[in-house]
């Protein structure tokens, strides 16, 4: 069977495809663990997670439990549950909650979408946590929608950022690897109790550097910062000018290619085909450019926030809308001009309300060629402040270039 991507037919990708495509050895294997497997005649390993969210996070020095402390305004859990998620051969997700917590997480679960999520109550220890978790995956309830797995992940909840490849390759160990001394010299207690109480196989693997557990207060600046920089990839460059005419706003696309090397600028148009937008909010760009060319008002702006709007792409990470506009000093002054654009205050209230953070960019045309390319550059800066910093602070504002 040619190596392709694990599972086959599998499921759109929650969130950013954040990680690189697995190598093709480990792809093979990933094939092995899904549905792929099981139509080349092959039983796929049944392959279940359990989280425990059951501390309270004592060292953050907050009253929140760091599980549930936000980022980007979304609990860090919720991240969490995201990064399994994407991994289509986990069947099962059992997470391990205090009671008194067990509503909200039900709620976060609701609100993001999380899917194949169970919920059982934690224990007073981390251990006991786990404990409850792996009773929920063997125990025969009446009600249970749980298929027992021959190999369970634990991983902490408050270690988002864990991909694909690392947790295919510890499935891999646990199938097929012993315990070695050094493994339980250097490895952490669960090695040791699961080596003491089950007489299990065990193996170290080496993890990613991203792979670090939120500890600290600062350890939830860090992982903000990971998460912008990783939703700051790409930029979407909408105009009401159809390709290959020449005008203003494709030369600051040209700009912010320049400007901005290491983020991918890409283009859409509304006026042909909303098709267009809904595969690029399908791949997963949370920054979108609003190029208001041919009109004076927000007649652009407003479609592409009803697109928006319409999708769930909002859901998970605040999306960036800057919508750029055009004037001419000798025509109108630039005083009745900003009045005209102060609408944007009140679209800006209402679609701060589905996450979507929408600024005014002004930039004055015609001028100079050095001129214009001066404040293109200048309009590229802001952009790119805006869409890595995503400060809600600035929601509403006309910035001028
Ligand atoms: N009774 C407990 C204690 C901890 N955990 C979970 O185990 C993971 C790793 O533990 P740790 O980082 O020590 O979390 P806390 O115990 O919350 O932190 P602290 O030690 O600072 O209080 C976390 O996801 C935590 O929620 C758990 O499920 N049940
Ligand atoms: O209390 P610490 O922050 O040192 O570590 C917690 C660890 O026990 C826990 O994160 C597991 O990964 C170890 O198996």
Same mark, same amino acid.
């Given at each position: 069977m040619e190596p392709?991507?694990p599972?086959?037919?599998r499921p759109?990708e929650?969130?950013?495809?954040?990680s690189?495509?697995?190598g093709?050895?480990l792809?093979?294997s990933a094939?092995?663990?899904?549905a792929?497997?099981a139509?080349?005649g092959r039983?796929?390993?049944a392959v279940a997670a359990?989280?425990?969210?059951?501390?309270?996070?004592?060292r953050?020095?907050?009253p929140? @439990?760091?599980?549930?402390?936000?980022?980007?305004?979304?609990? !860090?859990?919720?991240?969490?549950?995201q990064?399994? #998620? &994407?991994?289509?051969?986990i069947k099962?997700?059992?997470v391990a909650?205090?009671?008194?917590?067990?509503?909200a997480?039900?709620?976060i679960?609701?609100?993001?979408?999380?899917?194949?999520?169970?919920?059982?109550?934690?224990g007073?220890t981390?251990?006991?946590?786990?404990?409850n978790g792996?009773?929920?995956?063997?125990?025969?309830?009446?009600?249970?929608?749980l298929?027992?797995?021959?190999i369970?992940?634990?991983h902490?909840?408050?270690r988002?950022f864990?991909?694909?490849?690392?947790l295919?390759?510890?499935?891999?160990?646990?199938?097929?690897h012993?315990c070695?001394?050094?493994?339980?010299?250097?490895?952490t207690?669960?090695?040791?109790?699961?080596l003491k109480?089950?007489?299990?196989?065990?193996?170290?693997?080496?993890?990613? @550097?991203?792979?670090?557990k939120v500890t600290?207060?600062r350890? !939830?600046?860090a992982?903000?910062?990971?998460?912008k #920089? &990783?939703i700051?990839?790409?930029?979407c460059?909408?105009?009401?000018?159809?390709?290959g005419?020449?005008?203003v706003?494709?030369?600051?696309?040209?700009?912010?290619?320049?400007?901005?090397?290491?983020v991918?600028v890409t283009s859409?148009a509304l006026c042909?085909a909303?098709g267009?937008?809904q595969?690029i909010?399908l791949?997963?760009c949370y920054?979108?450019v609003c190029v208001?060319?041919m009109?004076?008002?927000f007649q652009?702006?407003?479609?592409?926030?009803?697109?928006?709007?319409?999708s769930?792409l909002s859901?998970l990470?605040?999306?960036?809308?800057?919508?750029?506009?055009?004037?001419d000093?000798k025509l109108v002054p630039l005083g009745?001009?900003m009045?005209n654009?102060?609408?944007i205050?009140?679209?800006a209230?209402e679609?701060r309300?589905?996450?979507?953070l929408?600024?005014?960019l002004l930039?004055c045309?015609?001028?100079?060629e050095?001129?214009?390319?001066?404040?293109?550059?200048?309009?590229?800066?802001i952009?790119?402040?805006?869409?890595?910093e995503r400060n809600s602070?600035?929601?509403?504002?006309?910035?001028?270039?």
């Amino acid at each position: 069977m040619e190596p392709g991507p694990p599972g086959g037919s599998r499921p759109a990708e929650r969130g950013p495809c954040l990680s690189s495509p697995l190598g093709a050895d480990l792809a093979a294997s990933a094939s092995l663990l899904s549905a792929a497997g099981a139509e080349a005649g092959r039983r796929p390993l049944a392959v279940a997670a359990v989280l425990p969210a059951g501390g309270c996070g004592e060292r953050m020095g907050v009253p929140t @439990p760091k599980q549930f402390c936000p980022i980007l305004e979304r609990p !860090l859990i919720s991240y969490t549950l995201q990064a399994l #998620e &994407r991994v289509c051969w986990i069947k099962d997700i059992v997470v391990a909650v205090t009671g008194e917590n067990i509503e909200a997480m039900n709620s976060i679960i609701q609100k993001y979408q999380h899917t194949r999520i169970s919920v059982v109550e934690a224990g007073v220890t981390r251990h006991r946590s786990i404990f409850n978790g792996l009773k929920a995956l063997v125990e025969d309830q009446p009600n249970s929608k749980l298929c027992k797995p021959e190999i369970v992940i634990i991983h902490d909840a408050v270690r988002p950022f864990v991909e694909e490849d690392v947790l295919l390759k510890v499935v891999i160990a646990a199938k097929e690897h012993g315990c070695s001394d050094y493994d339980l010299e250097f490895g952490t207690e669960c090695l040791q109790l699961a080596l003491k109480y089950c007489h299990t196989k065990a193996k170290l693997v080496e993890g990613s @550097p991203d792979l670090w557990k939120v500890t600290y207060k600062r350890d !939830l600046y860090a992982a903000e910062s990971i998460i912008k #920089e &990783r939703i700051s990839q790409e930029i979407c460059v909408i105009t009401d000018v159809k390709e290959g005419e020449e005008n203003v706003g494709h030369l600051l696309k040209e700009v912010l290619k320049s400007e901005l090397p290491h983020v991918k600028v890409t283009s859409g148009a509304l006026c042909h085909a909303r098709g267009d937008l809904q595969q690029i909010i399908l791949k997963q760009c949370y920054n979108f450019v609003c190029v208001n060319v041919m009109t004076s008002d927000f007649q652009e702006t407003q479609k592409l926030l009803s697109v928006l709007e319409e999708s769930n792409l909002s859901i998970l990470y605040p999306v960036v809308v800057v919508s750029v506009h055009f004037f001419d000093v000798k025509l109108v002054p630039l005083g009745q001009k900003m009045e005209n654009l102060m609408s944007i205050r009140g679209f800006a209230k209402e679609v701060r309300k589905r996450n979507i953070l929408l600024c005014g960019l002004l930039i004055c045309y015609p001028q100079g060629e050095q001129k214009l390319q001066e404040s293109l550059r200048q309009a590229a800066i802001i952009i790119a402040a805006l869409i890595e910093e995503r400060n809600s602070g600035l929601v509403g504002q006309l910035l001028i270039a």
